[in-house]
């Protein structure tokens, strides 16, 4: 059964450019949530995706976007790359936690290292 | 808003010393708390967690952590390190009872825990 995937490992990328990110969930989960964790930080929430649709967003500029497919894999898209977006990506999966009526562990990928120049 | 806050950002350890990170949160409503742990080179790992009943949790590799709500607190301890813990721990929380707040999970900044031989 495999985990959480994630593609690619690591990303070089200079200011003002586009980057795409995957996300495989882990099988049998239906939704994906996104962090960006900066060098010494913890990671923080950009946003998660079930059925589909952008069901929650923590403070994130427009510049990040995401995208669900009918297989529940997931990417995330940032625009206009800053030097500060420079960080680990983190996809979790889960359960929609309406569905169970409890809180729904998520499980992490590897992450994705964005460098941004 | 929910914040989650580590009073350590690194600490350093001999082989079976005894083990505790702090963690406070804040937030007024009923919350679900984490302990996770990223070894290095490896994804995050759910260490134990909190929902309700018993304060004290015990999670993987011998670690437990303590709920103390009238001090929003759910410190991780160990009683006796090992070389194998050495890795980054955080501290995470997570909103109930609310169907706008999902599953999404608001993390501390993290200790970077060095545990001597």
């Known amino acids: 059964d495999a985990g959480v995937t994630q593609s690619p490992t690591h990303l070089i990328k200079t200011r003002g450019q586009q980057v795409t990110l995957r996300c495989s969930p882990k099988?049998?989960?239906?939704?994906v949530s996104w962090y960006q964790q900066a060098l010494g930080q913890g990671p923080q929430f950009i946003f998660q995706?079930?059925?589909?649709?952008?069901?929650q967003r923590g403070n994130f500029p427009d510049r990040f976007s995401g995208h669900q497919f009918p297989n529940y894999s997931s990417e995330l898209n940032v625009n206009a790359l800053l030097l500060g977006d420079s960080a680990l990506y983190l996809c979790?999966?889960?359960?929609?936690?309406?569905?169970?009526?409890?809180?729904?562990?998520?499980?992490f990928g590897p992450g994705t290292r964005l460098t941004v120049l | 808003a929910q914040s989650v806050s580590q009073h350590n950002h690194h600490v350093i350890l001999s082989e079976a010393a005894s083990l505790e990170l702090g963690c406070n949160y804040s937030?007024?409503?009923?919350?679900?708390l984490f302990w996770y742990v990223q070894y290095p080179g490896q994804h995050l790992q759910l260490l134990l967690k909190?929902?309700?009943?018993?304060?004290l949790v015990k999670g993987i590799k011998g670690f437990e952590a303590e709920f103390i709500k009238s001090k929003f607190s759910f410190n991780l301890r160990k009683p006796s390190v090992q070389w194998s813990d050495t890795a980054e721990y955080f501290c995470?929380?997570?909103?109930?009872?609310?169907?706008?707040?999902?599953?999404?999970?608001?993390f501390g900044g993290g200790t970077r825990l060095m545990v001597k031989p």
């Open positions: 979790a999966s889960s359960l929609f936690w309406q569905k169970w009526s409890s809180y729904n562990e998520q499980f």
């Open positions: 099988s049998g989960h239906d939704t």
């Open positions: 995706y079930y059925e589909e649709e952008e069901r």
């Open positions: 937030y007024g409503g009923t919350v679900n």
């Open positions: 909190y929902f309700s009943g018993d304060p």
């Open positions: 995470a929380a997570a909103v109930t009872g609310n169907n706008n707040a999902g599953n999404m999970l608001t």
